[in-house]
């Protein structure tokens, strides 16, 4: 497969994830809804990291059996083992820092005691402030699942580049398929969490660009590079990121309640990606 042909279906199998985001644009979503849809993308989310985790294990594994067979160093499983530890950390408490930091440039002081009155504001302002601070953050945690979902997605193009490199054609083909058709999926778990927040369509072209467009750069860099150090850093960022949003999500989702509701829709997002994932293995097997 040559590389024209290998980068375009890698920006195929990324741009699908456009299917799914659309649905962030309907009108009237009541709270059983919301939990539906935020709770479906959980689960898609949670097997998402148990891919990305896996994956990353595989590498640290096959480093180890090469310095159980004498064939490299053991400074250098070290090295993969930092990696890992930077990239996890980075995903999960640096974005937890720099979303904090992010937030408080955004508060506006308190107004001083004993000032004007007409500097204070009145109850319909307050009102439409946090609606509009709500609104941010739930479009800031979108942008921040489809920053995880992009870096994912990055490492899954690695793997299409490197097996089209390789001359594996049949793998190629099912890993575009397979990636193409779970991408579809991961869709929705950017939108679901947006609770009564409708984006706009600007917003979910970056989203979509954002998470599905590192599949195709993934794509050029494994055709060129084979790289396990780099695969295995995007994987820890993935892995890291996806959980500090599964636990934004869960946190968020609380207060609308319908928990067993919830925990059926875990249940059934997790199902989804495991279902799409199988083609892979299949192809791969």
């Known amino acids: 497969m040559g590389f024209t042909e290998t980068v375009t279906l890698g920006a195929i199998a990324g741009l699908t994830i456009y299917i799914g985001l659309p649905l962030g644009r309907m009108r009237r979503v009541d709270d059983r809804m919301r939990v539906c849809l935020a709770m479906f993308s959980v689960g898609i989310l949670a097997f998402i990291f148990m891919d990305v985790t896996k994956h990353g294990e595989q590498i640290l594994e096959t480093a180890l059996v090469h310095l159980k067979a004498h064939t490299t160093s053991f400074g250098h499983v070290l090295f993969l083992f930092a990696l890992l530890a930077v990239g996890f950390t980075a995903g999960t408490a640096g974005i937890s820092a720099i979303e904090r930091r992010l937030r408080s440039r955004r508060s506006a002081p308190a107004p001083v005691a004993g000032g004007d009155a007409t500097a204070v504001l009145s109850a319909e302002q307050i009102a439409r402030s946090e609606g509009e601070e709500a609104r941010r953050r739930a479009l800031q ?12 997605n990055f490492a899954e193009g690695l793997a299409i580049g490197v097996s089209a490199k390789a001359g594996a054609i049949g793998l190629a083909t099912v890993l575009i398929i397979g990636f193409g058709l779970h991408n579809a999926t991961e869709g929705f778990g950017i939108v679901g969490p947006l609770g009564g927040t409708r984006p706009s ?12 467009g590192p599949t195709f750069l993934g794509t050029i860099v494994g055709y060129q590079v084979n790289s396990s150090p780099l695969e295995l850093l995007f994987y820890a960022l993935a892995g890291g990121a996806i959980l500090y949003v599964i636990g934004e999500i869960w946190t968020g989702m609380r207060r609308y309640g319908h928990h067993t509701l919830g925990l059926y829709l875990v249940a059934a997002g997790f199902l989804a990606g495991v279902a799409t994932d199988l083609i892979v293995s299949y192809g791969g097997g």
Not at 141 to 152: E, N, Q
Not at 201 to 212: D, E, H, K, T, Y
């Open 201 to 212: 369509w600007p917003w979910l072209a970056r989203a979509g660009l954002i998470s599905g």
């Open 141 to 152: 945690t979108g942008m921040v699942i489809a920053v995880a979902i992009g870096l994912h």
